[in-house]
């Protein structure tokens, strides 16, 4: 980071006069966006390239003026840069508060206006020359210069800074957008012609008004794109304007200087206020994002409370199976004297078959295992291992990971209930060989989760492409929707997750994750960039 700010500051250095301090720019952005535990870092790389230029001219303004060149800004403004952080907010209600911004570049203009007239005056020429003297115009110089350094640079970085969380797919349409296409055709056409005009027509007011007409297009940029415009448009009027000069501190371009540092200043408040009171505020932003996640919590209280169902009527219907084999029982011992002896065998095999498929279609509905020895059972013995072995495959489960245990009881049965689908899924496209199962838990930032994973081995590649046989006895047996792979991702995307599916010669695998289910009394706000200052 050091080596990578001393590049910089040297780039910038190159071209920076001291009516357009580009390098107070870079150092107050730094210092804005940068946690402070760097800082000291900061003062690294600003010392490398101070000390060197401060050594390079120490025999020709003397030793104690390359040891004041020495001694970074960065260093000097530090205290009171953290101070303003603690006690004034950039980023407010998701917004950058552009009146800080241009308090926090006013701030390091007047920082590095002391620090360059600390450095000349103690300037020592030699015998027969004489140093210059710190004057109010010189000073005045300095800060001038400083401050529209800092317009020229920090705005810019704030609006990259505020796009920043963008993926790399919206930046490339924002390449295409109305933004870059309005920047590209109605401010650079007109700042080039105006500075042609400053250079190549030699009459004073000419010149002087061209320099001036320069806010102008920042000014239409404004009114297009609020500050992000201002600032874009802002900083190619100040190149535009320090393009124009012919000699060096020349004072009519000092003069155009100031009324674009006016002009930009007052752009970007009026663009901040612009976008503000035309952008939703932020209560609406976060409550419509509320109720987002209230809808999911719905969701996944509906499907909770559908299986809370489900095992409810799954207990019922095995209690009045019981009853109804209990009562088929007596009835039969009555009736037994009096029937022969093959109607009785016959009557005992159908009593034996309601009771199967009343016990089958409860462990649909809700397997037994579940409710007996927890889902752990279930995904080692319960019916998904039923299903592969109806199939002729072999069947492996493993579970690892922490937090499995801890998960809400809605996301065991939504893992349970997307590992039957995914099965199912498979075995309708072609017969499987083998089937193993894979899941993991874990806890990332507070929130668990949890990944299953179904790895299929192919059969030959003949059988490919036709579902099993005994689709229909599985689907029943697992008691799924047997809907494919749309449902699938449906139900995961209500959890928060997404679902990978992969396809090789030998193998077929789905993945999916899952997240831990929303509390009612602890919604998960989303992650808003701005809402509070950076911290340190």
């Not at 501190?249 to 976008?275: C, D, N, Y």
Request: hydrophobic share 50%; glycine share 6%; proline share 5%.
């Amino acid at each position: 980071m050091a080596v990578a700010y001393a590049a910089c500051y040297l780039l910038l250095r190159q071209v920076t006069v001291s009516h357009w301090n580009l390098t107070t720019g870079l150092r107050v952005a730094c210092m804005l966006l940068v946690p402070t535990r760097y800082w000291p870092t900061l003062i690294v790389g600003e010392v490398l390239p101070l000390a060197y230029a401060g050594w390079s001219h120490h025999d020709q303004f003397g030793v104690v003026w390359a040891c004041a060149m020495s001694v970074p800004p960065t260093l000097l403004g530090a205290p009171f840069f953290a101070w303003c952080r603690r006690h004034i907010s950039v980023f407010r209600a998701a917004r950058i508060d552009m009146a800080a911004v241009l308090l926090f570049v006013l701030l390091g203009a007047v920082i590095a206006a002391l620090a360059n007239c600390g450095a000349l005056a103690l300037m020592q020429l030699p015998p027969g020359q004489i140093a210059p003297q710190v004057t109010l115009p010189i000073s005045l110089n300095y800060l001038l210069g400083s401050f529209l350094g800092g317009l020229t640079v920090v705005p810019v970085f704030m609006a990259l800074w505020a796009w920043a969380p963008r993926r790399f797919a919206d930046v490339v349409a924002g390449a295409r957008s109305a933004f870059l296409l309005h920047l590209l055709t109605g401010v650079l056409p007109a700042l080039l012609v105006l500075t042609w005009i400053a250079l190549n027509i030699h009459n004073a007011d000419i010149v002087e008004v061209a320099r001036m007409a320069m806010f102008l297009p920042v000014a239409w940029m404004t009114l297009r794109h609020g500050w992000q415009g201002a600032a874009a448009a802002g900083t190619l009027a100040s190149i535009a304007v320090q393009m124009t000069e012919t000699i060096l501190r020349e004072p009519s371009l000092i003069q155009a200087q100031s009324l674009i540092a006016f002009a930009v200043s007052s752009l970007l408040m009026l663009g901040a206020r612009t976008v503000s009171s035309a952008v939703p505020s932020v209560a609406d932003g976060a409550r419509a994002v509320d109720d987002a996640w209230r809808g999911f919590q719905l969701a996944q209280q509906g499907l909770y409370q559908e299986e809370q169902r489900l095992r409810h009527v799954a207990e019922t219907l095995e209690r009045l199976g019981q009853n109804v084999r209990d009562g088929q029982q007596r009835m039969l011992d009555r009736l037994r004297p009096m029937l022969p002896e093959n109607m009785d065998h016959t009557y005992a095999r159908h009593l034996d078959f309601t009771q199967r498929e009343m016990h089958r279609l409860a462990n649909a509905l809700h397997p037994r295992s579940w409710r007996e020895h927890g889902l752990a059972a279930t995904f080692v013995d319960g019916p998904l291992a039923q299903a592969a072995a109806m199939v002729g495959a072999r069947y492996r489960c493993d579970l690892s990971g922490a937090g499995l245990a801890q998960l809400a009881p809605g996301v065991h049965m939504m893992l349970y209930r997307q590992a039957c689908e995914v099965l199912v899924y498979l075995l309708a496209r072609e017969p499987l060989r083998a089937v193993r199962l894979q899941i993991r838990g874990g806890c990332t930032r507070g929130r668990r989760w949890v990944v299953l994973r179904v790895v299929a081995e192919r059969s030959a590649p003949a059988h490919r492409g036709k579902s099993v046989p005994e689709w229909r006895q599985v689907v029943s047996l697992l008691g799924t929707h047997g809907q494919g792979m749309a449902t699938i991702r449906e139900r995961t995307q209500i959890y928060g997750g997404v679902v990978h599916e992969r396809e090789t010669a030998h193998s077929l695998s789905v993945a999916l994750l899952l997240h831990d289910a929303l509390n009612s009394d602890a919604v998960i706000a989303p992650e808003v960039r701005f809402a509070r200052p950076l911290s340190a």
